[in-house]
């Protein structure tokens, strides 16, 4: 009887919320992507069930674009992508991997791992559906150097004897043990690469702090935080403890009374060779495989566009040469206008500046290496700031964007000056115009609106004001 009952239990929880879709206009190739919920089936997998509110990501028709690959990079930048059992719809791992059943995310799995997802057989017909794993899987094809490919399977019903691999999701980051140096679940270890680091606070949304390196202006510092990336107890921002001189004896793996929580990551992750062997690799391989397959979409675009630039360029330029009558020897030529936000379309205005700041322009202030060491610096196009100070940040700044991709509501890639003021100018009333940007990381910060600025040393920040044109 208990049986019985806990058979029904099941069998209405599973059917009482349907199965994850993916949505698409009639005639058309984009995906929507829908936010994600996770029940039970009856063998006990978790899988993904069905969203409330869809949203396009990317399309799936033909090669992906480098702005696909960004996109569900930073869609699906907090997942790793292990392998299920063969010949069925488990995954190895119950309790903490899921079925994948959103396409986008199987196509990133792909990129992740090497597998081919660009073909035309990727979501599979009805007359396969019974006989595949449901969700994502791995089956051997012909379209694929390596012959392997991931597919998708849509069946809302539970396939009884399908052949082939599922491919399962599980996060790619988790915290370690508070308040101890390291104390990752099992198959994670703790981010030891400074670079990870700042990239792993920006995709699971956590503000790195100012002053990210533990111990730069006061070594001691190494002794009291987990070594690593970690968690601060205190403001909850991201900071990086690289290993130093004073971590020997007891302390070779981290103070003995450290605060903090570690961030980990998978140890291992999937990887498909040339011979469609599956390797367990480093987590890192299979991000930079990820940005190779990028990179290389990047480039094949780039180059295209330079072909027919210059094609169009050639043509214009024989025209021009037919229709215009000869320059005046005595004319000067005009110079080419710089490109908009590029720093040589900075005008400085050192007039007002005091004699100090005026003759600090060496290559250690970090005023001069973004850009702008004067009192006043103003674009062409638009937009004037005004330089501050020096080696001075504001701890109490809210972060707006760096040189990393990000995927955070509120926050965009920044590389210029300009485009940290133009993200300090559209944050609204959330920021006063004063703000800071990292000479290094770009990292762009505003004061918030009616606070005063809480100042620290930072030899890398210049702070700014945005001035009224």
Same mark, same amino acid.
């Given at each position: 009887?208990?049986?019985?009952?806990?058979?029904?239990?099941?069998?209405?929880?599973?059917?009482?919320?349907?199965?994850?879709?993916?949505?698409?206009?009639?005639?058309?190739?984009?995906?929507?992507?829908?936010?994600?919920?996770?029940?039970?089936?009856?063998?006990?997998?978790?899988?993904?069930?069905?969203?409330?509110?869809?949203?396009?990501?990317?399309?799936?028709?033909?090669?992906?674009?480098?702005?696909?690959?960004?996109? +569900?990079?930073?869609?699906?930048?907090?997942?790793?992508?292990?392998?299920?059992?063969?010949?069925?719809?488990?995954?190895?791992?119950?309790?903490? #991997?899921?079925?994948? +059943?959103?396409?986008?995310?199987?196509?990133?799995?792909?990129?992740?791992?090497?597998?081919?997802?660009?073909?035309?057989?990727?979501?599979?017909?009805?007359?396969?559906?019974?006989?595949?794993?449901?969700?994502?899987?791995?089956?051997?094809?012909?379209?694929?150097?390596?012959?392997?490919?991931?597919?998708?399977?849509?069946?809302?019903?539970?396939?009884?004897?399908?052949?082939?691999?599922?491919?399962?999701?599980?996060?790619?980051?988790?915290?370690?043990?508070?308040?101890?140096?390291?104390?990752?679940?099992?198959?994670?270890?703790?981010?030891?690469?400074?670079?990870?680091?700042?990239?792993?606070?920006?995709?699971?949304?956590?503000?790195?702090?100012?002053?990210?390196?533990?111990?730069?202006?006061?070594?001691?510092?190494?002794?009291?935080?987990?070594?690593?990336?970690?968690? #601060?107890?205190?403001?909850?921002?991201?900071?990086?403890?690289?290993?130093?001189?004073?971590?020997?004896?007891?302390?070779?793996?981290?103070?003995?009374?450290?605060?903090?929580?570690?961030?980990?990551?998978?140890?291992?992750?999937? +990887?498909?060779?040339?011979?469609?062997?599956?390797?367990?690799?480093?987590?890192?391989?299979?991000?930079?495989?990820?940005?190779?397959?990028?990179?290389?979409?990047?480039?094949?675009?780039?180059?295209?566009?330079?072909?027919?630039?210059?094609?169009?360029?050639?043509?214009?330029? $024989?025209?021009?040469?037919?229709?215009?009558?000869?320059?005046?020897?005595?004319?000067?030529?005009?110079?080419?206008?710089?490109?908009?936000?590029?720093?040589?379309?900075?005008?400085?205005?050192?007039?007002?500046?005091?004699?100090?700041?005026?003759?600090?322009?060496?290559? /250690? !202030?970090?005023?001069?290496?973004?850009?702008?060491?004067?009192?006043?610096?103003?674009?062409?196009?638009?937009?004037?700031?005004?330089?501050?100070?020096?080696? *001075?940040?504001?701890? !109490?700044? *809210?972060?707006?964007?760096?040189?990393?991709?990000?995927?955070?509501?509120?926050?965009?890639?920044?590389? $210029?000056?300009?485009?940290?003021? #133009?993200?300090?100018?559209?944050?609204?009333?959330?920021?006063?115009?004063?703000?800071?940007? #990292?000479?290094?990381?770009?990292?762009?910060?505003?004061?918030?609106?009616?606070? /005063?600025?809480?100042? $620290?040393?930072?030899?890398?920040?210049?702070?700014?004001?945005?001035?009224?044109?």
């Amino acid at each position: 009887m208990t049986g019985t009952i806990t058979a029904l239990f099941l069998f209405a929880f599973i059917h009482g919320s349907s199965a994850a879709t993916i949505l698409s206009e009639p005639g058309s190739s984009v995906m929507r992507r829908e936010s994600k919920m996770v029940s039970m089936t009856p063998t006990g997998q978790m899988i993904q069930n069905e969203p409330q509110k869809p949203e396009t990501l990317v399309n799936t028709q033909g090669e992906l674009s480098p702005e696909d690959l960004t996109n +569900l990079a930073a869609e699906f930048c907090d997942y790793d992508f292990p392998m299920g059992k063969d010949d069925s719809s488990n995954c190895s791992d119950a309790s903490n #991997h899921s079925l994948i +059943l959103e396409e986008s995310m199987c196509v990133e799995a792909g990129v992740e791992s090497g597998a081919t997802t660009t073909h035309d057989s990727f979501k599979i017909s009805q007359d396969w559906e019974g006989q595949r794993p449901k969700g994502c899987f791995k089956y051997e094809c012909a379209e694929a150097a390596n012959k392997v490919c991931y597919f998708y399977n849509g069946d809302g019903d539970w396939p009884t004897a399908p052949k082939g691999s599922p491919v399962c999701s599980r996060p790619k980051y988790l915290n370690g043990t508070k308040d101890t140096n390291g104390g990752c679940p099992t198959g994670y270890e703790v981010i030891q690469n400074e670079d990870s680091c700042a990239a792993t606070a920006n995709c699971l949304g956590y503000a790195a702090a100012a002053e990210f390196r533990i111990g730069t202006q006061n070594a001691s510092k190494t002794l009291e935080s987990p070594l690593g990336c970690f968690i #601060h107890n205190g403001d909850g921002h991201v900071y990086f403890n690289k290993k130093g001189a004073l971590h020997t004896g007891a302390n070779e793996k981290g103070g003995t009374s450290v605060k903090g929580t570690n961030l980990c990551k998978v140890s291992k992750t999937v +990887l498909w060779d040339a011979s469609g062997t599956a390797t367990e690799v480093a987590a890192d391989a299979a991000a930079t495989n990820a940005s190779t397959t990028a990179t290389a979409a990047s480039t094949t675009a780039t180059a295209a566009s330079t072909t027919a630039t210059a094609a169009d360029a050639a043509t214009a330029a $024989t025209a021009t040469a037919a229709a215009a009558p000869a320059a005046d020897a005595s004319t000067a030529a005009t110079p080419a206008p710089p490109p908009p936000g590029s720093l040589s379309e900075v005008e400085e205005d050192t007039q007002n500046m005091d004699a100090e700041d005026a003759q600090d322009s060496s290559s /250690d !202030n970090p005023c001069s290496n973004i850009g702008c060491n004067s009192n006043k610096c103003a674009w062409a196009s638009g937009g004037v700031v005004s330089r501050l100070t020096a080696k *001075k940040s504001c701890s !109490n700044a *809210k972060l707006l964007g760096s040189q990393e991709v990000t995927m955070i509501k509120d926050q965009a890639k920044v590389t $210029t000056l300009k485009e940290c003021m #133009h993200q300090v100018q559209s944050s609204g009333t959330a920021c006063s115009g004063f703000f800071e940007m #990292h000479a290094d990381t770009f990292a762009c910060s505003c004061v918030p609106q009616g606070a /005063d600025c809480t100042e $620290t040393t930072n030899e890398k920040i210049c702070r700014y004001q945005v001035l009224e044109e």
